[in-house]
């Protein structure tokens, strides 16, 4: 408690400063002591406010410079004041300043409410940065329990800390564009800024993290994160060629730059638009699927009926494969500049695979589907002055290569030249079987 000794402060024997504004007013000193009483009340300049007792609504914001051994000038350790405020009270305030903390850890769960300007030093476990509100206690927390202690880094260096102990909603954030400061500016509901300036050693930044974690037997879904969105309005259509059609709808847009990147002195490719990878030193964490398109989640498609576009890639775009030693092995591509008369698409059917031409989709080649087939026909392409090769391969011994026509006055057409000379004697046989099956001898005319 301050007295009204406790500011006696006599200058070189002469008359103290406290008995020389007393003479001024010789009732301050008994005012003085009435506020500091138990029974003195504060009452709030608002309508409907009461009265509350002075220490009461002093005890209403707690500051860490209330406890003793507190040095905001950096001088000393403020550990123990850290430390006995932190067990005294819910929520410790810490103003501006330097403060050397040691390591500690609070009987109970508390709230640091740290102002802009403070800087800590020493062995501590509080985040080294200004403006920090968390709400929940940032050790011997259910957080930490969960993932034995390997989430303590993400508590103790937030900024703004939250951790609801009840089932719900952590954070809700809302936003509208009716109620936009001027006409045509969007609403922004989250927004981040991650920069990587550091130079001289290698500092990862991100801008968004989040991990999900399911327990054995717990059946509800977990999402790492879901993304909805709803479109009351007209479908608009987007092909690759375009670029924010008016009344777009998306549920996730990926977009590479930003408002920098046209004042950026250098621009270069980002590594990649999305990268699915395994973030585990025990390589146990997998995903059993890369992507998954349910089969009602496409426009114009059931997965019983209909065509729906699942990837719309622009041509020239390539679908690459790599092997392990990163190098490219094998891919899907589509020349720049294609046109819809010239291009050729895949159709896998019941019946077998065919390959139709985009635009009417009429069938160039077809791969007749055989159950439990074990033979098959190869393809081997030439060296320089090599014949190419169609062969019958298989697992039986023998295998005939049948080479027809469509209809009974069809025939099988061969490009090889030739030329009309007189007989000479036949010098040898092919022996072929005809489409009924009979065995044939083709004589061979030197």
């Not at 406010?49 to 860490?64: A, D, F, I, R």
């Not at 009429?362 to 439990?372: C, G, L």
Request: some cysteine; hydrophobic content about 40%; overall charge negative.
């Amino acid at each position: 408690m301050i007295t009204p000794q406790a500011i006696d402060n006599t200058q070189g024997g002469g008359e103290s400063a406290f008995s020389a504004f007393g003479k001024v007013n010789s009732n301050f000193a008994a005012s003085f002591a009435a506020i500091n009483t138990a029974a003195s009340t504060y009452t709030a300049p608002l309508t409907g406010s009461v009265g509350v007792l002075v220490s009461s609504k002093l005890l209403q914001t707690v500051s860490v410079l209330d406890f003793a051994g507190a040095d905001p000038t950096g001088g000393s350790s403020s550990t123990a004041a850290f430390l006995a405020a932190a067990n005294a009270s819910k929520q410790v305030t810490v103003p501006a300043g330097t403060y050397q903390v040691s390591a500690f850890t609070p009987s109970q769960a508390m709230t640091w409410v740290i102002n802009d300007g403070v800087v800590f030093s020493g062995t501590n476990n509080i985040p080294v940065a200004d403006a920090q509100v968390k709400f929940g206690a940032y050790v011997n927390t259910w957080v930490n329990s969960v993932g034995g202690g390997v989430f303590e880094y993400l508590e103790l260096q937030s900024a703004f800390n939250v951790r609801p102990h009840l089932s719900g909603i952590g954070i809700f954030v809302s936003g509208r564009t009716s109620t936009s400061p001027s006409p045509g500016v969007g609403a922004i509901n989250y927004s981040s800024f991650a920069y990587n300036d550091n130079t001289s050693v290698a500092a990862d930044v991100w801008g968004y993290y989040m991990t999900a974690l399911r327990v054995a037997g717990a059946n509800g879904h977990t999402h790492g994160m879901e993304l909805d969105i709803l479109n009351t309005g007209a479908l608009v259509q987007m092909a690759p060629g375009q670029n924010f059609p008016a009344g777009l709808t998306d549920c996730l847009w990926v977009a590479a730059g930003g408002e920098f990147a046209s004042t950026a002195g250098t621009v270069n490719p980002a590594t990649c638009a999305i990268g699915i990878i395994q973030n585990d030193s025990s390589n146990r964490a997998t995903f059993d699927k890369g992507i998954i398109f349910q089969n009602t989640a496409i426009n114009g498609a059931t997965g019983a009926s209909g065509t729906g576009i699942a990837i719309a890639m622009a041509t020239g775009h390539v679908l690459q494969w790599f092997n392990n030693s990163n190098v490219g092995s094998a891919y899907v591509y589509a020349v720049p500049g294609l046109s819809g008369a010239n291009g050729t698409g895949i159709v896998f059917a019941n019946a077998g695979t065919t390959i139709v031409e985009t635009a009417g989709g009429t069938v160039q080649a077809a791969f007749a589907a055989t159950p439990s087939a074990v033979n098959h026909v190869s393809i081997t392409g030439s060296t320089t002055g090599n014949a190419v090769k169609i062969n019958a391969q298989g697992s039986d011994a023998t295998i005939d290569l049948f080479l027809t026509g469509q209809g009974g006055g069809s025939f099988v057409q061969l490009g090889a030249a030739f030329t009309s000379v007189s007989d000479p004697a036949t010098t040898g046989y092919i022996t072929v079987k005809d489409i009924t099956g009979v065995v044939r001898k083709l004589a061979i005319i030197t």
